[in-house]
């Protein structure tokens, strides 16, 4: 398994990976193989039954669990990325805004809206063009 | 199938409160849901592609990689992110009983199911539900039983109409003493022309019942004309006249109670049985 990851590795390495983490991207299956032994004790916000639910959906038939729960786990980082992504932007909205009517230094009330979420999503390569009414 | 996508909606929730938000717009919301829910299915089926392009059914770490990959998705920080320290683990969600039938109404235990029925499909009934009461009597079937009641019928409808017919009709008496009544025999009609039926069978009976009533003696009704000669006139032409149509004439010429009287005298003068079924019609008198 470890030669079919190394493979695949290389054609991996073609797309995504920017210049300084080459070694790393190269070897990119090998951690993620050890991760997945370590997953045996770890219980994702998502529970299993979902993410198998989904992954039957679409064809995807899951024998170990902890493929499972990896699915589940890098789904949990990809969201927490765009969140992450999207707070940001809002805290440079609300740090731009001038006034200092609020109670505190910075707005402790984060609300996610569209207008965070969707420079968010433009980065990465999701194009999120809501109407702001329905007529 | 909408479970599903609501557990994820809280899992979303519990995402967005790591990152550090407090409150979120609906529409943010779904669109995060849906990018959630495309990650998953986007994820299983490109993995399932490549498993199948390596001629394999069930899939391997290695196709994940390769998903990732072709997805363009970074995985590098998730061994980080796992072990973060502020991550909120949901408690465990329980798997909700179905809501049990109410069986406050239940009177009895069901049957189980016979070996051939599998165990998910619903339950059998209350036993009450077996009970055939029926609405009527069963019949007999027993052959004497059957037997003795043909019997016992035929017997009591012969005695009934012989009576009838005893009572109403025309009626011979064995004894000498004057009360007819104590045995009454149906009288013996006897026929002009007997031989008459031997050579002429009938199959078809309803003509006897005007054949009676040409027998009848007319003159019973026929006295209700206008004068006691014409009934005397009409006495001895006999069968020929047609007795029906005279009485709805005269009542009408004859509105006095004393002419009724004599009339009915003349009547139970002349004819001793009395059969209240074969007279005429009388009308109701008419008082002056």
């Known amino acids: ?135 | 199938m909408a479970e599903h996508r609501t557990v994820l909606g809280v899992c979303l929730g519990a995402l967005l409160t790591e990152a550090g938000f407090d409150a979120v717009d609906n529409i943010a919301y779904e669109t995060m849901l849906e990018v959630l829910t495309s990650f998953m299915i986007s994820t299983g089926n490109t993995a399932r592609n490549y498993c199948e392009l390596a001629g394999r059914v069930q899939p391997v770490v290695g196709d994940l990689v390769m998903t990732y990959a072709d997805l363009g998705i970074d995985l590098r920080g998730i061994e980080r992110y796992a072990r973060r320290q502020q991550r909120l683990v949901l408690p465990a969600l329980g798997v909700g009983s179905a809501p049990r039938p109410i069986t406050i109404l239940q009177a009895g235990s069901k049957l189980p199911h016979p070996s051939h029925i599998p165990e998910h499909l619903p339950a059998f009934p209350d036993p009450h539900a077996y009970i055939r009461t029926p609405t009527h009597k069963q019949p007999v079937t027993e052959y004497e039983a059957l037997r003795e009641k043909a019997a016992a019928q035929k017997r009591d409808i012969e005695r009934a109409l012989t009576k009838f017919v005893a009572k109403t009709g025309d009626t011979q008496s064995l004894f000498t003493t004057d009360d007819v009544n104590i045995f009454p025999l149906v009288a013996c009609k006897p026929h002009p022309q007997p031989f008459l039926d031997a050579l002429m069978p009938k199959d078809q009976v309803f003509d006897e019942e005007d054949e009676d009533l040409e027998l009848q003696p007319p003159p019973k009704r026929v006295k209700r004309g206008l004068d006691l000669s014409q009934n005397t006139d009409k006495d001895s032409d006999g069968e020929d006249s047609s007795p029906p149509s005279s009485p709805p004439e005269c009542p009408d010429s004859q509105s006095e109670v004393g002419k009724d009287i004599l009339q009915a005298e003349k009547i139970s003068s002349e004819d001793p049985i009395d059969n209240p079924y074969l007279q005429a019609v009388k009308k109701p008198h008419k008082y002056i």
């Open chain 1, 1 to 135: 398994m470890k030669l079919e990851s190394e493979e695949k590795c290389t054609d991996g390495n073609t797309s995504g990976a920017t210049g300084g983490d080459q070694a790393e991207s190269k070897t990119a299956g090998q951690p993620l193989a050890e991760f997945l032994m370590q997953l045996e004790d770890y219980t994702p916000t998502i529970p299993d039954a979902v993410t198998s639910h989904y992954l039957t959906m679409a064809g995807f038939e899951a024998s170990d669990p902890r493929m499972v729960r990896l699915v589940s786990l890098a789904a949990q980082k990809f969201i927490s990325d765009i969140g992450n992504d999207a707070l940001q932007h809002c805290k440079a909205r609300s740090s731009a805004l001038p006034n200092k009517s609020s109670k505190t230094s910075k707005d402790k009330k984060y609300t996610l809206t569209m207008e965070d979420l969707a420079p968010a999503l433009n980065e990465y390569g999701i194009t999120v063009k809501k109407p702001p009414y329905f007529v």
